[in-house]
């Protein structure tokens, strides 16, 4: 293992990250509208950036400058290294203006007072850069200006990925640029359209720039403050789902606004070539002959028009089963009627229900995880649905979590191979995507995934079940998290939080969260004894 190019590489990073927080520092400064700099520096928001930023710059500068002997071996075993500590680190630092907003915050004191509040934003700023969306803040709308857009952001960078910008940035990367790349570009294959990969990063950063900035002056339009507009646009590309607002994108009440971030929320579950090429080359047919795009397609319309139609025959879940559903702070009878009353409203005409039908499929499907309506309070059938497309995903090379669209078509062809290949043994059948054959070994490197993933979401349960005393809400937040999705069922719901989760369990979800982000192979390799041994 090449130590020297690791040290350098993360030293870089952290660079990256210093320069990041330059922009919510000077938001955060702005708002403490203070006329002393000196009073200014000594506010709780303008002070943690400050010191992140320091500390951030310094650690970084002194990983680049260590001497060590370079091996000159870069492989794809110091590639996942990077991307994998890279994240971590990335995690730590970031997270340090919230842990400092977090203590100055509170009267409260004691180690376990801080290791909390050092546990809640590692978790939020993990759930950020992870692009997952799952918060520990209760009332996010008390959170200062500056805070609010650094934990936008954190989904911005993470979305296209902190590794893959300073893949575009740093030329030293070199010849392990394209390991980088695939240790953390969403998808069975990181693909590249130009020689230089450091042009393809432009590239795709170029083209996610250009689409956050629409949708900015889109959101703007329809009547959100800019610095709202930004924070939406930022989770809506990264399909992060942070919002400023506790009731996330239905504390709105607009339809224009609901259908401007389903466009854009399908836009980023699209492979991002495909924008590349539809953008500077107008190729319109590849949105047909993309196999993957298709299956997208489909599967989002059957859900929709699924869930719009359980929606309009059977209405609301019932009254009892909603009323069983586990809720850290069990609705009062009063606050019961009134959320009925205005879900039911949501569902009350064909127009409203296939608003947010489509609103919420195409915002779980893309591990996206905004809300206009409490999902929870759906039909069994519909919450159930939601669940199974959490594992969906967008496209290979889009910004989603998941699986992959991609991965989900091979498994499916590949289990129909093998009836087909028991009903006829000796012939020979493979499995194709585009009417071409996929390698046999990408076919059980894809089946392999598969498995661990089932396997990992299975584990991961079995541990949140010791944390969380119900089921649904145990399980759902792991496949909220791994799948990097968000918001989940019962206790983790559309309307709930993770801050009541004990700090532990909070751990396990960090890790679950990263596995997801990187999948799988990418955290198992950089982890694996094997790989750092000579």
Request: aromatic share 12%; with cysteine; glycine share 10%.
């Amino acid at each position: 293992m090449n130590i020297h190019f690791i040290k350098y590489s993360l030293g870089k990073l952290l660079q990256l990250l210093a320069f990041s927080m330059v922009i919510p520092g000077i938001i955060a400064a702005v708002e403490a509208n203070h006329t002393s700099i000196a009073v200014t520096l000594h506010d709780v928001q303008v002070g943690g950036f400050c010191i992140a930023i320091v500390l951030s710059l310094l650690t970084g500068t002194v990983l680049t400058l260590l001497p060590r002997k370079d091996t000159g071996e870069r492989t794809i075993r110091e590639g996942f290294a990077i991307v994998t500590f890279g994240w971590l680190l990335l995690t730590l630092f970031g997270g340090i203006p919230l842990f400092i907003y977090f203590v100055k915050s509170s009267d409260r004191q004691g180690v376990l007072f801080l290791l909390r509040c050092f546990t809640d934003a590692c978790f939020e700023v993990m759930s950020g850069f992870t692009t997952t969306g799952a918060t520990i803040l209760a009332d996010i709308e008390k959170l200062p200006s500056g805070l609010l857009f650094w934990r936008s952001m954190t989904h911005w960078l993470g979305g296209m990925g902190i590794v893959t910008l300073g893949i575009a940035i740093f030329p030293a990367f070199g010849v392990a640029a394209y390991q980088l790349f695939r240790g953390e570009v969403p998808g069975p294959t990181a693909e590249r359209f130009t020689p230089s990969l450091a042009q393809t990063a432009k590239i795709l950063w170029g083209v996610y720039a250009a689409l956050t900035l629409v949708e900015t002056a889109l959101l703007f339009a329809g009547g959100m403050s800019l610095l709202d507009a930004f924070c939406h646009a930022f989770g809506t590309m990264a399909t992060g789902g942070f919002s400023t607002r506790n009731a996330s994108i239905g504390a709105y009440k607009s339809a224009y606004i609901d259908w401007v971030t389903v466009l854009f929320m399908f836009f980023a579950g699209m492979n991002f070539i495909i924008h590349y090429n539809l953008i500077f080359f107008r190729k319109w047919n590849i949105l047909a002959a993309n196999h993957e795009f298709r299956f997208y397609g489909i599967v989002i319309i059957t859900a929709i028009a699924v869930t719009t139609t359980v929606l309009m025959v059977q209405g609301l879940g019932g009254s009892g089963d909603i009323t069983r559903s586990y809720r850290r702070t069990p609705l009062t009878q009063e606050r019961f009627e009134q959320k009925t009353a205005a879900e039911e409203a949501k569902i009350a005409s064909f127009g409203s229900t296939l608003r947010h039908a489509t609103f919420q499929v195409v915002s779980i499907i893309t591990t996206t995880g905004y809300c206009t309506a409490d999902f929870d309070m759906w039909p069994g059938f519909t919450r159930l649905l939601l669940v199974v497309i959490m594992f969906f995903g967008g496209c290979a090379g889009s910004t989603g979590g998941g699986m992959k669209m991609v991965r989900i078509m091979v498994v499916i062809k590949s289990s129909l191979r093998e009836v087909r290949s028991m009903i006829q043994p000796r012939r020979i059948i493979a499995v194709r995507i585009a009417d071409k054959a996929i390698d046999e070994k990408q076919v059980h490197a894809i089946v392999g995934f598969f498995v661990m993933f089932l396997v990992c979401t299975a584990g991961f349960s079995l541990i949140m079940s010791l944390f969380i005393p119900d089921f649904t809400t145990a399980v759902s937040s792991v496949i909220a998290t791994i799948c990097n999705v968000g918001p989940g069922l019962s206790g983790i719901g559309a309307t709930e939080n993770y801050s009541w989760i004990p700090s532990p369990g909070k751990w396990m979800l960090i890790l679950s969260m990263l596995l997801g982000r990187l999948e799988l192979y990418t955290v198992l390799i950089a982890f694996a004894p094997a790989s750092w041994r000579k």
